[in-house]
């Protein structure tokens, strides 16, 4: 059975149009938010092992923006393009064209994953007035907070990877696994939204192509930081972290601001690794005083 969303109520009041576009080899499935003659346009990039409504809470809060969110090769409805390894390049060059072709000039947006993704896009060369990394990943993933479990981590997608293809694919997709995964992240006392994270994640987790597209996924998620693109960056970059952040350190998302010529780091309490679903409103309203946005109005 669906858990209701927190969020639904305000994100029923925003148009949504599903859409597809051929980028690099592949039918990149995304959602267009807003209306198109909207003054602002974001392109939002989800994390890993994520699709598209896993930013939806955030969207709700930004009824006056466009946002344009795909989901990643390999996730969601977009399969991998034949016979391409999904490395930190590729992925880059999919959101390069991705976002020249649908949504040119946009402010790009990425979360967890999605900030490697967007940072290193943007440091290769996609154009952006504006870049906005929630939760980024600060630092290598093996040096956070967790970093044995991280590792423990790395034993489970390559054990994936290598049993035969029914066995692994059945174990990254466990339903016990995915559950201990969302417990280990989500830190909100609330039992109904903790229940929409579970369920959230029950639904959403295991919607990736095949092993393999999971495998590179993962292995460019603890591969690469965005820290390796940080100073390539000249664009007004924003920066909304977590203090209760298992993934990255908060005292490292204060070094990693640093290192961007134009760097902004908004901080929440109380919140780890999943701002987007519980503190929507709070990311919300950082990006919206980021990019001058009016206070959203009220319905």
Do not use: C
Not at 172 to 184: G, H, K, Q, T, Y
């Amino acid at each position: 059975m669906t858990v209701p969303s927190p969020y639904a109520e305000r994100l029923s009041r925003i148009p949504v149009a599903r859409r597809v576009a051929e980028v690099r080899g592949t039918e990149t499935t995304y959602w267009e938010y807003g209306v198109p003659e909207a003054e602002l346009t974001i392109v939002a990039v989800h994390g890993f092992r994520g699709d598209h409504h896993g930013l939806e809470p955030v969207v709700a809060f930004l009824p006056d923006v466009r946002v344009i969110s795909p989901d990643l090769p390999g996730f969601g409805e977009t399969a991998p393009a034949r016979g391409r390894t999904y490395d930190v390049a590729e992925y880059a060059a999919w959101l390069h064209e991705f976002a020249d072709g649908v949504a040119p000039g946009a402010v790009v947006l990425g979360h967890s994953f999605g900030s490697i993704v967007a940072a290193a896009a943007v440091a290769g060369g996609l154009t952006t007035p504006r870049l906005i990394l929630v939760n980024p990943i600060g630092a290598p993933a093996l040096e956070g907070p967790k970093g044995v479990m991280t590792r423990l981590a790395v034993l489970y997608y390559a054990l994936g990877a290598r049993l035969p293809e029914r066995l692994g694919t059945a174990l990254l997709r466990n339903r016990v696994i995915v559950r201990i995964m969302s417990i280990a992240m989500a830190k909100t006392r609330d039992p109904r939204l903790r229940r929409f994270i579970h369920d959230q994640h029950d639904r959403y987790f295991s919607l990736f192509s095949d092993r393999d597209a999971l495998r590179d996924a993962f292995v460019t998620s603890v591969s690469h930081d965005v820290s390796e693109f940080a100073r390539s960056i000249s664009a007004p970059t924003l920066l909304v972290a977590a203090q209760r952040d298992d993934i990255t350190r908060i005292a490292a998302e204060r070094r990693l601001v640093t290192l961007f010529p134009d760097g902004e780091l908004v901080e929440i309490a109380q919140v780890g690794h999943l701002i987007h679903y519980e503190a929507p409103a709070e990311a919300a309203a950082a990006v919206r005083r980021f990019l001058r946005i009016p206070v959203a109005p009220t319905r």
